[in-house]
C-alpha cells in the first residue's frame, strides 16, 4: 500500500441547489462521500483538490426569493453562507466552496455558448412556450404546474415528474397553470430560445460511455444507456428569467432578441466546477490549469465526480456536449460515482409534511460523526437505502458506541490506572498477537482498496471488521487477567492494544474526524503520523515507541435511548 504511485485527483459533487438547507439524503448523495473519498486519499499522499458550490441559478431561487421578501441577490447571498456553514458543521472538506453567481463561472459559460455555437451544437430555434397571462410572462419549465402525461401525477413540473422521473416539455402537461400565481389562464405561444444540439453527439456520448462500463457503477452507465436509446433529444439552454448568465454575442454584448433570457440553470451549473476551481486558484494562487486543461497537465489529473443518479444523465451526456463540443481541451470526468436515493422510511424528505430531517436540525440533535459514520455505513449505492431513527440508533450504539468507543476506553484508561500512561515493554508474543497480525496484514490493504474504488459500504464494513478484531484480541490476550500473575504478559496485551488505538484514530479519519481527532490527540500522535502508510500488520502493533505518552480520551460517544428516538419522531415524523 505504502508504495502506491501519488496521483493528482480532482473531486466534485453535485452543487446544491440554493433553495434551502439541504436534507440528509442530500448529504449522502453526493457532498458526504466526496468528502470521505478526498479525505481517504489525501490520507494516502495524493495531491486532491475537492471542489462544490451552491447553484443559484433557475427558477426554484426565483421563487423562494420571492417567498422571503428578499431579492434573488440578497436571498442566494443568504443561503450561500448558510449551506456553506451547514457543510462545516458536518466537516466537509472542502478545498473551496464556491458559487455558480461568480463572474468566472458567467464567463465561462457565455465562452463555451460561444464556442459551441461556432462549431454548429447550438442552434437559436423558434419552440413554443406556456405564457401566463395574469403573470405577463413567458414560464420557465419550473415556473408552469400541471397533470403528468406519462403517469396522471397531478404535480409534475414543467422540467420533470417527479413521481415517474420522466423528463416533460412544459407545452405536454395537461392542465398547466402557473407555480407562480396558481392561475390556470395560460396559452402557448411562440418563443425564441438557444438550443444544445445533443443528437448531434449521440455517436460520440455512446462511444465515450462505453468505454466507461468496467470503471464506472452499473448504475452511471445504465442511465447514460437508457437514455441514448431513447434517443437523445435538443433541449433548449436558455430561459425566459432575469436572474442568471445574460446571452451574449462574440462581442460580449446581449444577443439581439435576448434580452430578458439567461442561460438554463443546467447549462452552466456543471461549468461552474471549473468556475469555482478558478476562483479558488484566484483566492490560494494554486493552477487550476492543471486540472481542467489538457493542454496544460491536466492529462495527468484525474477526475471523480459524485451525485445522486438523478443528476446522472446531465453529468454523462449534457455536460460532456458541453465539455466535447467546445473543440478545446477541456477534462472529461474518468469516473462517476452514482448513488441511489436515501429515503425516509421510505418515502420522500418533505419539509412541508414534517417528514425527515435537514441538515441545519441534524446537528442539533445528534453530532456529525453519528450522522456521517450511520450514512456511510447504509450508502445507497447498490439500491435505494431507507433511513429510519430506529437503524440510526443501532448503528451509533452497536458500531461506534460498543465497539469503537468500549474498546479505546477499556485500553487507554486501564494504561493509564497500571501503567501510568505510557506504553509498556514486556512480554512475548503468543498465539493472539499472530492472529491480530494475519487480521490486519489480511484486512488492511483490502480496506484501502475499497476506498480506491468508492464502494464505500464495503469499506465502512471493513473498517468495523478491524475495530471488532481489535475486541476480539483483548478477548484473547486478556491483559487484565495476565496482571494478576504476568505483568511482562500483561503489557504485551496493553501494548499492541494502545497501538490498535492510535491504528483506529488513523482509519477513522475520513469518517468521523471527530472522535478521530480525539483518539489522536490521547495517543499523542504527531500529525505527520497520522497518515495511510501502512506497512504491514507488525508495524502496525508497533508503531507507537516504548514508554510513549498515552491518556484517556473523554467519552467519545453517547448512546442514543429510546427517549431520544421518540422525540425526534415527534419532531421530525417517522413510522411512529
Not at 459551441?116 to 451544437?121: P, Q, S, T, V
Not at 494562487?285 to 497537465?297: A, P
Amino acid at each position: 500500500m505504502s508504495n502506491r504511485q501519488n496521483t493528482r485527483i480532482l473531486v466534485t459533487s453535485a452543487l446544491p441547489y440554493i433553495n434551502g438547507v439541504k436534507h440528509m439524503g442530500n448529504l449522502a448523495g453526493s457532498m458526504l462521500p466526496a468528502d470521505v473519498y478526498s479525505r481517504a486519499m489525501r490520507l494516502l499522499g495524493h495531491e486532491v483538490l475537492y471542489i462544490c458550490a451552491t447553484d443559484e441559478h433557475g427558477t426554484p431561487a426565483e421563487l423562494a426569493a420571492a417567498e422571503t421578501g428578499l431579492s434573488v441577490s440578497e436571498y442566494c447571498d443568504k443561503m450561500h453562507e448558510a449551506q456553506k456553514a451547514a457543510g462545516a458543521n458536518f466537516k466537509l472538506s472542502y478545498d473551496y466552496f464556491g458559487r455558480s453567481s461568480s463572474e468566472a463561472t458567467h464567463r465561462l459559460t457565455q465562452e463555451f455558448a460561444i464556442a459551441l455555437e461556432a462549431n454548429g451544437f447550438i442552434e437559436e430555434r423558434t419552440s413554443q412556450q406556456v405564457y401566463s397571462v395574469a403573470d405577463r410572462r413567458y414560464l420557465p419549465d419550473r415556473y408552469v404546474e400541471g397533470t403528468c402525461p406519462n403517469c396522471g401525477f397531478e404535480s409534475a413540473r414543467g422540467d420533470q415528474c417527479d413521481n415517474c422521473g420522466k423528463l416533460l416539455d412544459p407545452v405536454d402537461l395537461i392542465n398547466p397553470y402557473s407555480a407562480v400565481s396558481g392561475s390556470h389562464d395560460v396559452e402557448i405561444r411562440d418563443t425564441n430560445h438557444l438550443y444544445l444540439k445533443q443528437s448531434d453527439m449521440s455517436g460520440r456520448l455512446r462511444d465515450w460511455v462505453e468505454t466507461h462500463r468496467a470503471d464506472w457503477p452499473a448504475l452511471t452507465t445504465s442511465i447514460a444507456i437508457k437514455w441514448l436509446d431513447e434517443g437523445l433529444r435538443d433541449r433548449a439552454i436558455t430561459r425566459d428569467l432575469s436572474w442568471g448568465v445574460p446571452v451574449v454575442d462574440a462581442d460580449g454584448k446581449v444577443r439581439a432578441g435576448f434580452e430578458g433570457k439567461v442561460f438554463y440553470v443546467w447549462f452552466d451549473a456543471p461549468i461552474a466546477y471549473i468556475g469555482a476551481t478558478r476562483d479558488w486558484a484566484k483566492e490560494t494562487g494554486g493552477d487550476w490549469e492543471k486540472f481542467w486543461r489538457l493542454d496544460k497537465g491536466a492529462e495527468d489529473t484525474r477526475y471523480i465526480q459524485f451525485m445522486g443518479k438523478d443528476n446522472v444523465a446531465f453529468h454523462t451526456l449534457s455536460f460532456p456536449t458541453t465539455i466535447m463540443g467546445s473543440g478545446q481541451p477541456w477534462k472529461l470526468v474518468d469516473e462517476l460515482k452514482a448513488f441511489n436515493w436515501v429515503t425516509w422510511y421510505g418515502g420522500k424528505f418533505s419539509t412541508s409534511q414534517k417528514r425527515g430531517v435537514f441538515m441545519d436540525k441534524a446537528i442539533d440533535i445528534a453530532p456529525s460523526d453519528y450522522w456521517r459514520w450511520h450514512l456511510m455505513a447504509n450508502a445507497p449505492e447498490s439500491s435505494d437505502a431507507a433511513f429510519t431513527w430506529e437503524d440510526f440508533q443501532a448503528s451509533v450504539n452497536s458500531d461506534l458506541a460498543n465497539v469503537l468507543g468500549n474498546f479505546v476506553n477499556r485500553i487507554t484508561s486501564y494504561c493509564v490506572k497500571k501503567f501510568d500512561g505510557a506504553v509498556p515493554a514486556g512480554g512475548s508474543i503468543t498465539e493472539a498477537e499472530k492472529w491480530l497480525e494475519a487480521e490486519l496484514d489480511e484486512r488492511l490493504p483490502r480496506l484501502v482498496e475499497f476506498y480506491e474504488a468508492r464502494e464505500f459500504r464495503k469499506a465502512m464494513a471493513e473498517t468495523r471488521a478491524i475495530w471488532a478484531a481489535g475486541n476480539e484480541y483483548l478477548t484473547q490476550a486478556a491483559p487484565w487477567t495476565h496482571y494478576k500473575s504476568d505483568v511482562d504478559q500483561a503489557a504485551m496485551g496493553v501494548r499492541v492494544g494502545l497501538n490498535l488505538v492510535a491504528l483506529f484514530g488513523v482509519l477513522a479519519q475520513p469518517i468521523i474526524p471527530d472522535a478521530a481527532e480525539k483518539i489522536l490527540a490521547a495517543m499523542s500522535i504527531p500529525e505527520e503520523n497520522r497518515t495511510w502508510n501502512f506497512r504491514g500488520g507488525e508495524s502496525c502493533m508497533n508503531a507507537l515507541p516504548i514508554a510513549h505518552p498515552v491518556s484517556a480520551p473523554p467519552v467519545l460517544f453517547t448512546k442514543i435511548e429510546a427517549d431520544d428516538i421518540d422525540a425526534w419522531t415527534e419532531r421530525f415524523g417517522g413510522a411512529g
